[in-house]
């Protein structure tokens, strides 16, 4: 399916605009980037990266698109836009540079982690699409670090598909959290076109449509003797776990193992170790107690220093929503233009009476500096088009930072070069590994003390042009 129409109406009538006034070959830079932590969290995990190429590398306008935008009329009853706007949107294509941060790749406010470099009408016309894609697949990939990191090295099950936000939103979330570090999805669509493991049980309405529990179990454990894991609380929890281990004794008879039991309702910390208690006492050592109600980071961070004996969690609705916070509220602002390539930048920058909302002008890359044992030491958002970038930071929290000589790394890779793909997708689960890799990386960081700012003459450049233009 063709998403050249996923665009607010707005990028559309600016587009057309900037046609009319011979602005729309106009060479133009902006960033996406967030402005706020989400989840009280001291960081972000980029993602959404491999949807953007997908979009960008199939961006065009098709005829029954095309005749849909001529339909569109004014107030004055008339079209929107005009024939020769319609044809010039029929051969358009996206012929920009993207430089962006890798997916998995850990991140903070203010940086610039996605830069377009493209004729102004195209940068204009992705940005809604941008702003959806990066936004939410980087929300919840931070939300399923959270979940895991309140696991500490429990498995994690992302269960969220029948409570998502729609199909589309359904198949991002269970990608972004694979890639915030869950283990597996229950969504079989994601596990195909992502190549996540995938895993399930039986829900209630199996128990339930037998005359007894244990007739249930054996049905399944009959059926499926290699993916066994009981949902023992239908009835009566304790006495569900009993018919599982009668079960799971015939099935070891038969040579086959119980993987275990799940537990998606009362008391979990009690009934957990009661059943933890039966499974010992009967041989099943190894068998996992997985637990599944309404779950999200706190309530297993509390059930865990309860002393819960659950070994894999199954966390749904609030993974797969964002739940307390659904929004991540990333931006897209334009920060230089200029007429043609033989022309100087003119650098753009946005003013607001709050601080945190103006934007840095230039062309961004953001260096991640590092200690002598290879941690992280500090992050600098510096211009391209300064001639000799310092290595003195003008930390957003009012700190001066000098990183001196040390090893650094630019975040923002080459992506597209004009309109050519040159960036290799990595798998999804090497984009996993590098964020398992990124949270042990920065692991012993003090959060409200790294260094988070802009290079010493990006940042007098900044203040210049507040003054400019206040």
């Not at 699409?129 to 939410?136: I, R, T």
């Not at 498995?155 to 972004?176: D, I």
């Not at 596990?191 to 829900?203: M, Q, S």
């Not at 930390?395 to 080459?414: C, H, I, M, N, W």
């Amino acid at each position: 399916m063709s998403l050249s129409l996923l665009t607010d109406l707005y990028q559309l009538t600016m587009a057309y605009g900037y046609w009319r006034n011979g602005m729309h070959t106009h060479q133009s830079v902006f960033h996406w980037f967030y402005r706020k932590n989400p989840f009280n969290n001291p960081y972000v995990i980029a993602c959404g990266l491999a949807e953007v190429v997908d979009y960008l590398q199939k961006f065009s306008f098709n005829a029954e698109e095309l005749a849909y935008l001529s339909s569109l009329t004014g107030n004055n009853g008339q079209p929107l836009f005009d024939n020769g706007f319609i044809d010039y949107l029929s051969t358009l294509r996206f012929t920009g540079s993207i430089h962006a941060v890798e997916e998995g790749t850990l991140v903070f406010p203010q940086e610039p982690l996605l830069r377009v470099e493209a004729d102004l009408i195209q940068a204009q016309i992705i940005e809604t699409a941008l702003l959806n894609m990066l936004n939410f697949s980087s929300l919840i990939a931070t939300k399923a670090a959270r979940v895991c990191k309140a696991a500490a090295g429990d498995k994690v099950l992302e269960f969220g598909l029948r409570r998502a936000q729609g199909v589309n939103g359904a198949l991002a979330a269970s990608r972004a959290a694979y890639i915030g570090g869950v283990d597996a999805t229950s969504n079989v669509l994601a596990g195909k076109l992502y190549d996540i493991p995938v895993k399930g049980t039986h829900a209630h309405a199996w128990v339930m449509s037998f005359d007894t529990e244990l007739d249930s179990f054996e049905a399944y454990a009959e059926a499926m003797p290699n993916n066994c894991t009981f949902l023992v609380d239908t009835y009566d929890t304790i006495e569900g776990v009993r018919n599982a281990v009668k079960v799971a004794t015939d099935l070891r008879a038969k040579g086959y193992e119980m993987q275990g039991i799940r537990l998606d309702s009362g008391d979990l910390v009690a009934l957990s170790k009661a059943a933890r208690k039966i499974l010992d006492e009967s041989g099943f050592h190894n068998a996992d107690i997985v637990a599944s109600d309404d779950l999200n980071e706190d309530k297993i961070a509390q059930l865990k220093s309860n002393g819960a004996a659950i070994s894999v969690w199954g966390v749904g609705t609030q993974l797969v929503t964002g739940y307390n916070q659904p929004a991540l509220g990333g931006v897209y602002k334009l920060a230089a233009i200029r007429p043609d390539e033989s022309s100087e930048w003119a650098y753009k920058i946005k003013l607001s009476e709050n601080p945190i909302k103006v934007s840095t002008q230039g062309i961004l890359q953001v260096r991640r500096f590092f200690m002598t044992n290879e941690a992280p030491f500090a992050d600098m958002i510096f211009s391209e088009t300064i001639p000799e970038v310092s290595n003195e930071i003008a930390s957003f929290d009012g700190r001066q930072v000098v990183a001196a000589t040390r090893e650094y790394e630019d975040l923002l890779k080459p992506i597209f070069v004009k309109g050519e793909l040159v960036y290799k997708l990595p798998a999804t689960s090497a984009i996993r590994e590098k964020t398992l890799a990124q949270i042990n990386l920065f692991a012993a960081t003090d959060f409200s003390l790294y260094p988070v700012g802009l290079e010493k003459q990006t940042n007098a450049q900044k203040l210049a042009l507040i003054q400019k233009y206040r």
